[in-house]
């Protein structure tokens, strides 16, 4: 049974940082893309940054481009995203995501099967 279980939510100031972690069991995710998608209330799920399989290729979302960074750690089978100069147009459950076998499209929601529950961050002003 496949589990993605995210961490390293909170509440943090506008200009803060934070890291939040997935770890994923079940099944390696080491040739594959996993990305994060955050969701804040009252609007969809939205793409935020994915990795391929082997980390040499990223994406990211324009809002957050130069502040977060994906990274993984295909050992361990955890996926992370470190988020700098957070604003409160950034606070959002966060969830982490994974494919059941090789995609196209890492920035769509339907790209991806799994899911994990979220995790929240919350920036205040």
């Known amino acids: 049974q496949v589990q993605l279980v995210e961490s390293g939510g909170g509440l943090v100031q506008a200009g803060g940082s934070l890291r939040v972690s997935c770890a994923a069991s079940?099944?390696?995710?080491?040739?594959?893309?996993m990305g994060w998608f955050r969701q804040a209330p009252g609007k969809e799920r939205e793409f935020v940054a994915a990795?391929?399989?082997?980390?040499?290729?990223?994406y990211y979302a324009d809002s957050v481009k130069g502040r977060f960074t994906i990274s993984r750690n295909n050992a361990k089978n955890t996926v992370f995203l470190q988020m700098n100069s957070l604003s409160p147009e950034d606070t959002a459950v966060y969830y982490c995501?994974?494919?059941?076998?090789?995609?196209?499209?890492?920035?769509?929601?339907?790209?991806?099967?799994?899911w994990g529950q979220g995790t929240q961050v919350t920036v205040s002003s």
């Open positions: 079940g099944r390696t995710f080491s040739g594959y893309v």
């Open positions: 990795i391929g399989g082997n980390a040499m290729v990223t």
């Open positions: 995501a994974a494919p059941k076998g090789i995609i196209s499209l890492p920035k769509r929601v339907t790209s991806y099967d799994y």
